[in-house]
């Protein structure tokens, strides 16, 4: 490796939220030079004022990110978890757009920012949720193969890994795919970069061993360890390269993606495309930590679940469940279908519904209402696994959603029983405590509980990017030259 080329890291931040990144990576070597955060549907911008509250405002954005492509200045490391909604598991087929749809889109002006910066960022890291290595549905995998070809094209190496939290003892389950792109040299003048090189010294088998695995034989001491690695250790056999799936010409379909949870990607010096792709394991030797470990013990009151009806609730939603549904877009023709009863199908739906009840649920596919709709096809089978309730706290949590905060009965809200008999569900501290944020990071003046869940099932898990922050330092202050 080559002497330090500066003695700060200049970064850019992009989709801030409440400053996941930042947390993990700001110090004395790491400098933000600018941060971006817009959310269209929240006209007060909460992640925003936690942001301003928590850090020097005055390069910190609130606008569309397609408004500030031309705004952002010189930097080294372009971070950012680009709002994952097109890919989340939470979204149905029906429903999906992939790298198309709106929210996909918003990969483009990240595109921009690289391809148009007068020095292109030495490292660009990028989160999002492990199912973008698999859509959309009818062609999984394209649009991570989209993504990874631009950053090919634009003279970047990039290497990927898909990280549950919980496995390298952080109290939270969350699984999210890490992107790191490594610019490249190149005699192409268009990209304006230094002499410096970033990644691998050489893509051959044994060297790409050591740095996707830190695996490789003592006489081979000198091949260098990605930051990957480093700081999230695995087992895993690379196998051979591969060639880069063509984006116009490879065969994708709706079976299976060529893309690993491991993987890394490359042009050589004829313009063709290689990867390396491969299933790896987790290796932590270190202490796990639980969801009982974050606890409070001075809780809000608020946040006890005393009523039995609701309980019972909870039991049932949480438990296995074995129902049907009908679409909103045909209500009007469940409506009609009465047959001798004194109220239509879609009452029979709604009142099923409403129960959580699982006996009504099995008499109600012996009503006639029912078996003309199913004749009609208006009706589909819906099923789910019991889950655990209350959740164990002897365990990581589950990953939290958007929605964790709220006094409704909710399948995905976590349920705690905090004294033997008595329930509660888990307040905004403890969710910035699962995702590793300092202790009120999200309490500000005006915001509401409901909406700190929602930052908060947003968020990143800090540790992750602690973990990362000094093998990415490394690595940038000592470009290969």
């Not at 002006?109 to 020095?119: G, M, T, V, Y």
Request: net charge positive.
């Amino acid at each position: 490796m080559g002497t330090a080329t500066t003695s700060q890291i200049k970064v850019v931040e992009l989709f801030a939220g409440v400053g996941g990144f930042r947390i993990g990576l700001e110090n004395e070597i790491f400098k933000f030079v600018f941060s971006n955060q817009w959310e269209p549907s929240d006209g007060r911008q909460w992640a925003s004022k936690v942001d301003e509250s928590r850090f020097n405002s005055e390069e910190h954005i609130i606008e569309d990110i397609h408004t500030v492509t031309k705004m952002v200045p010189d930097h080294d490391l372009l971070v950012g978890g680009f709002p994952c909604q097109d890919y989340s598991v939470a979204r149905t087929i029906s429903g999906e757009m992939g790298i198309e749809g709106e929210k996909g889109k918003l990969w483009t002006p990240i595109k921009e920012i690289i391809r148009d910066a007068k020095i292109r960022p030495k490292l660009v890291l990028l989160e999002n949720v492990p199912r973008l290595l698999n859509s959309p549905s009818k062609h999984r995998g394209l649009n991570f193969a989209v993504i990874v070809n631009d950053f090919m094209t634009m003279g970047y190496d990039v290497e990927w890994r898909v990280i549950k939290a919980s496995e390298y003892g952080m109290p939270q389950q969350r699984r999210r795919i890490f992107i790191i792109a490594y610019r490249r040299p190149t005699n192409n003048s268009y990209y304006r970069n230094g002499p410096e090189r970033f990644g691998p010294k050489s893509r051959c088998n044994g060297p790409m061993k050591k740095w996707l695995t830190g695996k490789g034989k003592p006489e081979n001491s000198h091949w260098d360890e990605g930051p990957l690695s480093k700081a999230f250790p695995i087992i895993g056999e690379i196998g051979k390269r591969q060639k880069f799936p063509s984006i116009s010409e490879f065969a994708w379909n709706s079976k299976s993606s060529p893309f690993s949870k491991s993987g890394y990607a490359w042009k050589d010096n004829k313009r063709n495309s290689w990867l390396y792709s491969f299933n790896s394991n987790p290796v932590f030797e270190g202490v796990y930590q639980t969801l009982g470990d974050i606890l409070v013990d001075d809780f809000d009151l608020d946040f006890v679940i005393s009523d039995e009806e609701k309980l019972r609730m909870y039991a049932y939603i949480k438990g296995e469940q074995k129902e049907w549904r009908i679409r909103k877009s045909e209500r009007h023709l469940a409506e009609k279908i009465i047959d001798n009863h004194d109220s239509s199908l879609w009452d029979l739906y709604q009142n099923c519904t409403k129960s959580y009840d699982t006996e009504k649920w099995r008499k109600s596919r012996l009503d006639s209402r029912y078996k003309i709709g199913l004749e009609d096809e208006l009706i589909y089978n819906y099923t789910a696994g019991a889950m655990a309730f209350p959740d164990s706290l002897d365990k990581a949590s589950r990953t939290i959603v958007t929605a964790e905060i709220g006094r409704s009965v909710s399948r995905m809200r976590h349920v705690i029983e905090y004294k033997k008999g008595k329930f509660r569900r888990l307040m905004p501290i403890e969710l910035e405590r699962l995702n590793q944020f300092p202790d009120n990071w999200t309490n500000i003046e005006g915001i509401t509980d409901s909406k700190r869940g929602f930052l908060m099932g947003n968020a990143l898990v800090v540790g992750i990017v602690k973990h990362l922050a000094e093998p990415l330092a490394t690595l940038i202050l000592k470009g290969d030259e």
